[in-house]
Each structure stands twice: as structure tokens, then as C-alpha cells.
């Protein structure tokens, strides 16, 4: 089992910026993939960002269009966390926001809520207009 635990998050005015972060504990060996979700109240679950966490994906890069240019995602395995740096914050953003972890997304796959076996409480990011 893996456990993942986020913080970061919070009140921002629109321009603002939040960082987020999300710790993997347990059998951490085993995560390929980390991602972010968000949902909005009312709205499905939806992709922000995902990273590969190991193997030969490592270090590679997805988003979701509606952030691309404004959040990156990074990561530090001997820390086991992974970021979210969210800039140039709209009202849009406001959700609630998920880390994951998949064993074995890879590409598209990890674009989807069902790529991934593990998820965090949520921490809410609310952006004000």
C-alpha cells in the first residue's frame, strides 16, 4: 500500500500562485507514475498533471490543456514528494485537488482517474476574482 498526504493549499487572488506538495509513504518502490487531479464542486474528477516516477518514464511530463503554460509538476524521489507549482491562477481553479499514484500508467492512460491505484485526502485551492 502506498499512502500520499498533500498540503499547500489555500486562498489566492487570481494572478496568484500556490505550490502543492504530496508525500509518498509506504511501498513507494512500486509507484510509476504520481499525478494531480482536481474536481470542482458539482464537476467530475479531472487531469491536471502527471510525472513518471520511475523506470524509463522517469521525469516525463503530461498536462491537461486548460493548465499547460501555467502549472508544472516536478518531483523529488529521495524526498518522495511531488510538487505542483500553479501560476497565473484563474477562479477556474478552484477545486479541490488529488495527488495519485499509478503501478504501471504510462502515456494517455495517466491522463484518467482509473490509471491510478492510490490517492491523497485532497487539499482545497480556492481563487479568488
Known amino acids: 500500500q502506498v499512502q500520499l498526504v498533500e498540503s499547500g493549499g489555500g486562498l489566492v487572488q487570481a494572478g496568484g500562485s500556490l505550490r502543492l506538495s504530496c508525500v509518498a509513504s509506504?511501498?513507494?518502490?512500486?509507484?510509476?507514475?504520481m499525478g494531480w487531479f482536481r474536481q470542482a464542486p458539482g464537476k467530475e474528477r479531472e487531469f491536471v498533471a502527471a510525472?513518471?516516477?520511475?523506470?524509463?518514464?522517469?521525469?516525463?511530463?503530461y498536462y491537461a490543456d486548460s493548465v499547460k503554460g501555467r502549472f508544472t509538476i516536478s518531483g523529488d524521489n529521495a524526498k518522495n514528494t511531488v510538487y505542483l507549482q500553479m501560476n497565473s491562477l484563474k477562479p477556474e481553479d478552484t477545486a479541490v485537488y488529488y495527488c495519485?499514484?499509478?503501478?504501471?500508467?504510462?502515456?494517455?492512460?495517466?491522463?484518467?482517474?482509473?490509471?491510478?491505484?492510490?490517492w491523497g485526502q485532497g487539499t482545497q485551492v480556492t481563487v479568488s476574482s
Open positions: 509506504g511501498r513507494t518502490v512500486k509507484i510509476y507514475t
Open positions: 510525472i513518471g516516477w520511475s523506470g524509463g518514464t522517469t521525469g516525463t511530463t
Open positions: 495519485a499514484a499509478s503501478n504501471y500508467c504510462t502515456g494517455y492512460a495517466c491522463t484518467k482517474t482509473g490509471g491510478y491505484d492510490y
